[in-house]
């Protein structure tokens, strides 16, 4: 598994931007990458800092970059 910063230069190639929320999101992932975890565990993780919609938008883009 690749990380954090690795990760964060996908997303910049890729030319997303790297937000507080992202950083926050990929770091959950990075830290619980050996289960499954649901879009409601990962909303209650970022404690509001990121609304549901773009948790999910945001897997959505991860997921084609190959990091999910």
Do not use: P, W
Not at 34 to 57: C, K, N, Q
């Amino acid at each position: 598994m690749r990380k954090h910063r690795d990760l964060q230069e996908v997303l910049r190639a890729s030319g997303m931007r790297i937000t507080a929320g992202r950083r926050a999101l990929l770091q959950f992932i990075l830290d619980n990458r050996s289960r499954r975890v649901s879009l409601r565990e990962i909303h209650a993780h970022l404690d509001g800092r990121v609304d549901r919609t773009s948790v999910y938008r945001n897997l959505i883009a991860l997921e084609r970059l190959g990091i999910v």
